[in-house]
T-cell receptor, first 119, second 112 residues
């Protein structure tokens, strides 16, 4: 079946502009994660969705970052008033969770990422 | 202390060599363990899950040692195409839900 998709694949923007990144998880995957990865660095956790709710927003670096998920499917990550240090690859991942009598998680599958460059 | 720690390398090995990577994790409540592979400018992709009994997939063998809180990945008969960054990933449940913790990755270059 189709994997995780993200759009746009590349985004160049000017400092101070807002950007919106989109993630389409694998159909039926209830958990969705956003990460960012700067060149040559490890993955930095941003936010986790369980269905439409976000029980863990601890990774969002500032209040300029926000994310939402509607219908338990598509998620958008919005960065307001972008700064040069926001330049990175933004990766989305989804996984299947069973929430009945105890939560069980499965493997994460990643999308190809959005490469954001803030000039 | 980081949840997951890996030797960043780089590991430069000749074709045909055997190479092993270790990874340690700090939380004994960790439940699931994985190795991911990430090629340059690509997203991480699952290489294999790691089970207590150890598991093998072709040239790749993964092992978990819960008592010592480490996982390992062994690659036999290295190929040029094995060159990549290998990420150790640990999964656990917290009050805030299911979380995955990634190591910073171990870089492998297989040399002709």
């Amino acid at each position: 079946g189709a994997g995780v998709s993200q759009s746009p694949s590349n985004k160049v923007t000017e400092k101070g502009k807002d950007v919106e990144l989109r993630c389409d998880p694998i159909s039926g995957h209830t958990a969705l994660y956003w990460y960012r990865q700067s060149l040559g660095q490890g993955l930095e956790f941003l936010i986790y969705f369980q269905g439409n709710s976000a029980p863990d927003k601890s990774g969002l670096p500032s209040d300029r970052f926000s994310a939402e998920r509607t219908g338990g499917s598509v998620s958008t990550l919005t960065i307001q008033r972008t700064q040069q240090e926001d330049s990175a690859v933004y990766l989305c991942a989804s996984s299947l969770e069973f929430i009945a009598g105890g939560i069980v998680g499965e493997t994460q599958y990643f999308g190809p990422g959005t490469r954001l460059l803030v000039l | 202390r980081k949840e997951v720690e890996q030797d960043p390398g780089p590991f430069n090995v000749p074709e045909g060599a055997t190479v092993a990577f270790n990874c340690t994790y700090s939380n004994s409540a960790s439940q699931s363990f994985f190795w991911y592979r990430q090629d340059c400018r690509k997203e991480p992709k699952l290489l294999m899950s790691v089970y207590s009994s150890g598991n093998e997939d072709g040239r790749f063998t993964a092992q978990l040692n819960r008592a010592s809180q480490y996982i390992s990945l062994l690659i036999r008969d290295s190929k040029l195409s094995d060159s990549a960054t290998y990420l150790c990933v640990v999964n656990m449940w917290r009050d805030t839900g299911n979380q995955f913790y990634f190591g910073t990755g171990t870089s492998l270059t297989v040399i002709p």
